[in-house]
């Protein structure tokens, strides 16, 4: 590669909120089911993540990695001893699906869209929060390129839960006609404190649920 990648430019950014049932659960991402017809009304469906359509490139696309270090974000108010009770706002990010276009020694325009979980505990204030999150070009297994941060702002409107669709592209410059996308990586995370680190690469987790008062069967 002839020049340094330097710049990381965000083109458009939309996002969907949709609230969830209070006893809604975090776990792995939705499998959709097959499809039945029924003469009631149809059920609503859970969130998922939205399929981007293959496109054919000069080249394959870039790889793109949640940071296991940040695909997670509990607030806690005591890290040295975790508590249920003691949960603030949590987050976790479900899913990514992404692709890539570029022709000759065009730059590389990558678009992906991020699903996140996110819940309010015990100790979270108020209904609403913004939580922040990055991305990251870097070239690959090699050194960070350019970061860009963006704000996912979120009203549970009363209920404990919810899901948050974006849909982001970027662009990728190129030194030349033969730099491929599998040139790259692309890592997201949530932008999370020392502590909030420390505690995901432990092991340690809380799902979005956690600290919510369940309805007594």
Same mark, same amino acid.
């Given at each position: 590669? *002839? @020049?340094?990648?330097?710049?990381?430019? $965000?083109?458009? +950014?939309?996002?969907?909120?949709?609230?969830?049932? $209070?006893?809604? #659960?975090?776990?792995?991402?939705?499998?959709?089911?097959?499809?039945? #017809?029924? #003469?009631?009304?149809?059920?609503?469906?859970?969130? =998922?993540?939205?399929?981007?359509? =293959? @496109? !054919?490139? $000069?080249?394959?696309?870039?790889? %793109?990695? /949640?940071?296991?270090? !940040?695909? *997670?974000? +509990?607030?806690?108010?005591?890290?040295?001893?975790?508590?249920?009770?003691?949960?603030?706002?949590?987050?976790?990010?479900?899913? %990514?699906?992404?692709?890539?276009?570029?022709?000759? !020694?065009? &730059?590389?325009?990558?678009?992906?869209? +991020?699903?996140?979980?996110?819940?309010?505990? &015990?100790?979270?204030?108020?209904?609403?929060?913004?939580? =922040?999150?990055? %991305?990251? +070009?870097?070239?690959?297994?090699?050194?960070?390129?350019?970061?860009?941060?963006?704000?996912?702002?979120?009203?549970?409107?009363?209920?404990?839960?919810?899901?948050?669709?974006?849909?982001?592209?970027?662009?990728? &410059? @190129?030194?030349?006609?033969?730099?491929?996308?599998?040139?790259?990586? %692309?890592?997201?995370?949530?932008?999370?404190?020392?502590?909030?680190?420390?505690?995901?690469?432990?092991?340690?987790?809380? @799902? /979005?649920?956690?600290?919510?008062?369940?309805?007594?069967?």
């Amino acid at each position: 590669m *002839r @020049r340094v990648f330097t710049a990381l430019a $965000a083109l458009s +950014v939309t996002a969907a909120l949709v609230p969830t049932a $209070a006893s809604a #659960q975090f776990g792995g991402q939705q499998r959709p089911g097959q499809q039945q #017809q029924q #003469q009631e009304a149809p059920q609503a469906r859970p969130m =998922r993540i939205a399929p981007l359509s =293959r @496109r !054919a490139n $000069a080249g394959p696309c870039p790889y %793109v990695k /949640v940071l296991y270090d !940040a695909a *997670r974000f +509990v607030e806690l108010a005591d890290y040295q001893r975790p508590s249920i009770s003691g949960v603030g706002f949590t987050g976790e990010i479900e899913g %990514v699906t992404a692709d890539c276009v570029y022709r000759e !020694a065009d &730059p590389i325009r990558l678009d992906f869209n +991020v699903l996140f979980n996110l819940g309010k505990g &015990p100790q979270a204030s108020g209904d609403a929060r913004t939580y =922040r999150y990055w %991305v990251a +070009v870097t070239e690959r297994n090699s050194a960070v390129l350019a970061k860009e941060y963006f704000d996912l702002p979120v009203n549970f409107e009363g209920q404990t839960t919810a899901s948050v669709q974006q849909e982001q592209s970027i662009v990728i &410059p @190129r030194a030349d006609a033969t730099t491929a996308g599998s040139n790259f990586e %692309v890592l997201i995370g949530f932008d999370v404190t020392p502590e909030m680190a420390e505690f995901n690469r432990s092991g340690s987790r809380f @799902r /979005v649920t956690a600290g919510q008062t369940q309805p007594n069967p």
